[in-house]
């Protein structure tokens, strides 16, 4: 059974910066593409980055681009999203989710199997 467990968020002033993390269990994820997807009041739930497991390959949503980093410890079983320079409009729940497929470019919510339960980061003007 894979578990996906996020923690980190919260609340930000803008320009502020946050750290999601995402343990993960249940299996051993080398085949794994890991990644993070928000969900705004009222909105579809919106792909923001990705990274396979074991070779670092990353891919991210444009909106997030050069503000946001994903990472993962392999060792720990862990992914992080690290958000600078946050916005108000980066205000959301946030998932973390898993697929067994190395492809990184995938922003199709229904394509990934595995989902966290997902951590609020709100973002104040």
């Known amino acids: 059974q894979v578990q996906l467990v996020e923690s980190g968020g919260g609340l930000v002033q803008a320009g502020g910066s946050l750290r999601l993390s995402c343990a993960a269990s249940g299996r051993t994820f080398t085949t794994y593409s890991m990644g993070w997807f928000r969900q705004a009041p009222g909105k579809q739930r919106e792909f923001v980055a990705a990274v396979t497991w074991s070779s670092s390959v990353t891919y991210y949503a444009d909106s997030v681009k050069g503000r946001f980093t994903i990472s993962r410890d392999n060792a720990k079983n862990t992914v992080y999203l690290q958000m600078n320079s946050l916005k108000p409009e980066d205000t959301a729940v946030y998932y973390c989710?898993?697929?067994?497929?190395?492809?990184?470019?995938?922003?199709?919510?229904?394509?990934?199997?595995?989902w966290g339960q997902g951590t609020q980061v709100t973002v104040s003007s």
């Open positions: 989710v898993a697929r067994p497929d190395l492809r990184v470019g995938v922003t199709n919510p229904r394509e990934y199997d595995y």
